[in-house]
C-alpha cells in the first residue's frame, strides 16, 4: 500500500484524473475498477472516480508496486488493461500468437509504448500471474521471431528462458519451416519454383534492394512459391523460406516482376484493389528439428496455421485450403 498525500496545487482535481497523472501506469480502466473495490480511497473512505480532491487528502492506493514505477519501455505492458491476442497455441514454454497486420511487434518500429504486440503477451502473462517481473533476475518473455507491421500471421513467443534460448537457436540453424500466403499481381513461371538473389538493405531509406548477381554488402536471398490459383490477374501463392531476410518475400517477387497486392513500398498500388496493407500472412509453422531440442522435444514434428486469412478469403472465396 502506498499513500499519497494531496497538496494545494493537485486541489481541486478529479480524483481519476489526478490518478492518470500520479500513476500513469495503471490504466484508466482498472484505476475505476480499484476505486470501485475500494483498492483506492480517500482519507480511509470509499470515493467516486469524480470526487474533487482537497488539500491535506490522504489517498490510500493497495496496488502493486509495478505501477508505480516511471514509464519505460521495459514496464509498458502494464498500461494494457485487456490484452487482445489471437492465440494459436500455448503451452508452459512458449505461446504462438496471430499477430494481425498493422500491428508493430516491438516499440522500436516507430509504435507508441502499450500498444505492441509484446505488450499484450507480456501484460497477458502478467495477469495470468504466469510472470511476476520483481521476482525476476533477469528473463523477460520475449519474442523470437518477428514479422512486418503490416504483415500477418503466427509469431512465437517464449515463456521461459530456456525456450528463448532453444528457440532463437533452432531459428538460427533454421530447424523451423514457415509458409507464407501472399496474392501477387500477374502469375509466376514456373508455377513452382524458386526466386534467388541478392538483397542489401539501405537502413537510411527502410527498404531493401534485389539483384541478380552479388554486391557489396548484399546476402544471398532465396524464396521457395507454388501458385496455388489464379484469377483477375492476381495469383495466390504459398512461399517458404528459406533465407530470412528482410522484406525478403516482397522484394523478391517485386524483382521478379510479380509484386504483391496492396505492397506500396516495392509493388505498385493498382487503383483496382482497395487494400490498406499488402497480401502477405505467416500462415503456418511447423517445427522439424534435426539436433536435441532439450525441454522443447515435445514440439518437433508439431505444425499450426492459422484459421484464415481475409484476402485468401476476399480474393479466393472458393478456394480450400
Not at 514509464?71 to 503451452?91: C, G, M, Q, S
Request: proline share 4%.
Amino acid at each position: 500500500m502506498k499513500e499519497i498525500t494531496i497538496g494545494k496545487n493537485d486541489a481541486g482535481q478529479r480524483l481519476d484524473r489526478f490518478l492518470a497523472k500520479a500513476v500513469p501506469l495503471l490504466p484508466a480502466s482498472l484505476a475505476q475498477k480499484y476505486i470501485r473495490i475500494k483498492r483506492i480511497k480517500r482519507n480511509g473512505s470509499r470515493a467516486d472516480r469524480d470526487t474533487r480532491l482537497e488539500a491535506g487528502d490522504v489517498l490510500q492506493l493497495y496496488i502493486n508496486d509495478e505501477f508505480f514505477d516511471k514509464p519505460r519501455e521495459d514496464n509498458a505492458f502494464l498500461t494494457v488493461a485487456t490484452p487482445k491476442l489471437n492465440i494459436v497455441y500455448e503451452d508452459a514454454h512458449i505461446i504462438l500468437v496471430d499477430k494481425r497486420p498493422g500491428l508493430a511487434v516491438h516499440p522500436h518500429d516507430g509504435a507508441e509504448y502499450g500498444r505492441t504486440l509484446i505488450d499484450h503477451i507480456q501484460a497477458y502473462l502478467y495477469q495470468k500471474k504466469e510472470w511476476r517481473p520483481r521476482e525476476e533476475n533477469a528473463f523477460t518473455p520475449a519474442l523470437c521471431n518477428r514479422i512486418d507491421r503490416n504483415t500477418g500471421g503466427i509469431v512465437i513467443a517464449a515463456k521461459t528462458a530456456e525456450a528463448l534460448r532453444v528457440m532463437n537457436q533452432k531459428i538460427k540453424d533454421r530447424e523451423l519451416d514457415k509458409r507464407y500466403l501472399a496474392i501477387v499481381e500477374g502469375t509466376p513461371k514456373p508455377k513452382e519454383g524458386s526466386l534467388k538473389g541478392y538483397l542489401f538493405k539501405d537502413e537510411k531509406k527502410n527498404r531493401v534492394f534485389v539483384t541478380d548477381t552479388p554486391q557489396p554488402g548484399s546476402k544471398s536471398c532465396q524464396t521457395n512459391y507454388k501458385v496455388l490459383a489464379s484469377q483477375n490477374g492476381l495469383s495466390l501463392v504459398e512461399c517458404e523460406l528459406i533465407t530470412g531476410r528482410t522484406h525478403q518475400i516482397r522484394a523478391q517477387f517485386a524483382h521478379a516482376g510479380h509484386p504483391l497486392l496492396g505492397d506500396g513500398k516495392y509493388g505498385k498500388l493498382n487503383k483496382n484493389f482497395d487494400r490498406n496493407y499488402q497480401a502477405l500472412y505467416s500462415y503456418k509453422l511447423t517445427f522439424t528439428f534435426t539436433t536435441d531440442a532439450e525441454g522443447l522435444e515435445y514440439l518437433n514434428g508439431k505444425s499450426f496455421h492459422v484459421d484464415k486469412v481475409d484476402f485468401v478469403e476476399e480474393y479466393f472465396p472458393n478456394l480450400k485450403m
